[in-house]
Each structure stands twice: as C-alpha cells, then as structure tokens.
C-alpha cells in the first residue's frame, strides 16, 4: 500500500518561515492536498499541487517534485495561529482515486 | 464555514448502543465522505458515496454502515458500539468523484462521540 511520510512534529518561531515535507510512492500519483487542522477542528483545505513546481498562496506555498515523490509546505511570516497539524494526502490512482492520509505534522509555534 | 453541516455536534450513548450520524453536503457537491479521527491520531478514511451509491470503502466495520439519499445529505450508522468507537467523525463533500481535477473535499465540523 501507499504510505505518506510526514514528520510528526515541528516547532517554530513567530515571525519566522517553516518548511513541512511529505514523501510519497510516485507510482500512480494523481495529486497532493495540503489541509491545516486545528486541534478539535475540521481539517480546512490549504493547496493543490498536480504539476511540479510552486503553488503560492499568500504567507503559505506548497511545492511538489512528482519525481522525486516529495512535496513541501512552506509557511512565512509565521503567526501564533499557524500553531496546528498540517495534513499532507495524495491521491493514486490505483486506489481508486481515494485520498491517502498522511498522519499530520503538529507545528508548534513559539512567541 | 465550508457549507458542509454535521449533526449532531456531541453525542454520548454507552456500550452496545446504535447511534446515526447526518450530514449535508455542500450545495451542488455531489460526493459525500466520511472520515473517522480518534484522538491525536490521523483520518481514517471510512466510506465515499457519489449521488447515492457507494463509491468506494475504507476501513470501514461490519458494525458501521452508511447511505447517501436522494436530497444527497448521507447518514453513518454506528452499532453495537464499543469504548474504541469513540472519536471525532467528520464528513467531507466535494463537487465530483475523487480522480477529476482539483477534488478537493471540505470538511463539516464534526461530531465528537463519546462511548461510555
């Protein structure tokens, strides 16, 4: 089966830039979701990458490298808020096109 | 507010009961998920239903069970329960099925269950 890698957890300092990586198995790749999850909370959709390259989107980017089955979410400016799990998932198509869930990175940011 | 609603918020039952879970999806969305997150653990992808048939199953249990209506708002099932079952459910919904572009599900807000 697919298994998507993401580091447990992160801490960071307010003000500064975190990266978030996520590796996946590249056969059958089909897309990769990025989703913010505050604790208690539903997760909120954050980007979408199904061509390499750089998706921006204000204080947050997210990159994907299909080859290389790795994708990273990048966060500047980082504020309090940001504190969070952030959720990686892609999509194969060899399953159905169901999401996979990667487990969630907790961020941790720090005054 | 992703326009995904969930009821009810909380629930509390015991052992060995049934509990239903409702939830509506977004307006025009047509695919309707639902996803179980125990505590500080991932989502556990447990069925897909796309304009009321199932689509497609995950680690879903013989004791759990869903359906899609007509109106497209979906219904979990949830029997025989048991300590384990507690956890956060949460629907998601998105426009079409999983593999065409884009695809991405939002989330209702959750119901928090509780097995006592």
């Known amino acids: 089966g697919q298994n998507i890698d993401q580091p447990t957890e992160m801490t960071a300092t307010e003000g500064a830039i975190v990266q978030i990586n996520c590796t996946y198995q590249t056969s059958g790749f089909n897309g990769l979701f990025w989703y913010q999850q505050h604790a208690g909370e539903a997760p909120t959709f954050l980007s979408y990458n199904v061509l390499d390259g750089l998706e921006e989107k204000g204080r947050f980017s997210s990159f994907l490298s299909r080859s290389k089955g790795y994708s990273y979410l990048l966060l500047k400016e980082l504020q309090m808020k940001d504190s969070a799990s952030y959720l990686c998932a892609v999509r194969f198509m060899d399953s159905n096109y169901q999401l996979i869930w990667g487990a969630g990175t907790k961020l941790i940011i720090k005054p | 507010d992703s326009g995904v609603t969930q009821t009810p918020k909380h629930l509390i039952t015991a052992t060995g009961q049934r509990v239903t879970l409702r939830c509506s999806p977004r307006s025009g969305d047509l695919s309707v998920y639902w996803y179980q997150q125990s505590l500080d653990q991932g989502l556990q992808f447990l069925i897909q239903?796309?304009?009321?048939?199932?689509?497609a199953k995950g680690n879903i249990l013989e004791r759990f069970s869903a359906q899609q209506f007509p109106d497209l708002h979906s219904e979990l099932n949830l029997s025989s329960l048991e300590l384990g079952d507690s956890a956060l459910y949460f629907c998601?919904?998105?426009?079409?099925?999983?593999?065409?572009?884009?695809?991405?599900?939002?989330f209702g807000p959750g119901t928090r269950l509780t097995v006592t």
């Open positions: 998601a919904s998105s426009v079409g099925l999983a593999g065409r572009r884009g695809g991405e599900q939002y």
């Open positions: 239903y796309y304009n009321g048939e199932e689509r």
